[in-house]
């Protein structure tokens, strides 16, 4: 559209007669394609850090279309919220798209790696589904309120900033409340479907489950040394 009206512009232009002459001072396109090219630049970065972080910690490439699954659902789910409270595709609300990104997929994370704990002691896929969102789903249903309950007040404040603020305030929560309700209805229900028992670990997660190993005993003696000195600690705290 803003390629037609160019267009049109340079036609009326050359149409003007010689002692007229006209430009484009501000041209506010500009700024919302390079806000939705960032919000598909966020999208795609998100999208290969998950990878990495599902691959190195479960070592299943299926695990890592879940939570992958997550971050379109979780847009569409708040522009559906954006539909109905009358908002558009602006500046404000981009920006909020833009940082929810890296919110939406934390829930579904959480849920898919303890259900691959749960299978890994032994439990079939479907039931370790459900144990797994019934130990979870308090700390997902508290962590989507707090998230919300950051970013929602600045939609209550008055005057010229609330006016502004208002749009990114309740996108962004309403991300997370659709992020969370993704986490804990078909998330789970895809790693019953999708992930399978695998009692002997592959190669490549037994070198990543060494890793870790060691890095969890290096810790567990840093942790030890500073209990076993706590007034050093407090005095250099």
Same mark, same amino acid.
């Given at each position: 559209m803003a390629e037609g009206i160019r267009d049109k512009f340079a036609s009326v232009k050359n149409n003007l007669p010689n002692t007229i002459d006209a430009d484009v001072l501000y041209d506010s396109t500009l700024a919302i394609t390079d806000s939705i090219d960032e919000v598909v630049k966020t999208i795609a970065e998100a999208a290969i850090i998950v990878i990495v972080v599902i691959l190195l910690f479960l070592g299943s490439f299926r695990a890592v279309v879940i939570p992958i699954v997550t971050i379109p659902l979780s847009l569409i789910g708040v522009m /559906?919220?954006?539909? &109905?409270?009358g908002f558009t595709l602006n500046l404000m609300t981009l920006l909020a798209m833009v940082l929810a990104i890296g919110l939406v997929v934390d829930d579904a994370i959480v849920v898919v790696e303890n259900v691959d704990r749960h299978i890994k002691m032994g439990t079939k896929p479907f039931k370790a589904a459900l144990e797994a969102t019934r130990e979870i789903a308090v700390p997902v249903i508290s962590m989507?309120?707090?998230? &919300?309950a950051v970013y929602a007040p600045? /939609?209550?404040m008055g005057g010229v900033t609330g006016s502004l603020f208002k749009e990114f305030a309740l996108t962004l929560a309403g991300s997370v409340f659709i992020s969370g309700f993704? &986490?804990?209805?078909l998330s789970p229900m895809m790693c019953s479907k999708m992930l399978k028992p695998h009692t002997t670990p592959s190669k490549f997660e037994a070198t990543v489950e060494h890793v870790l190993g060691g890095l969890t005993k290096r810790y567990h003696h840093a942790l030890l040394a500073v209990l076993n000195h706590k007034k050093t600690v407090v005095a250099f705290a």
């Open positions: /559906a919220v954006m539909q &109905a409270f989507t309120i707090t998230l &919300a600045i /939609a209550l993704i &986490a804990l209805t």
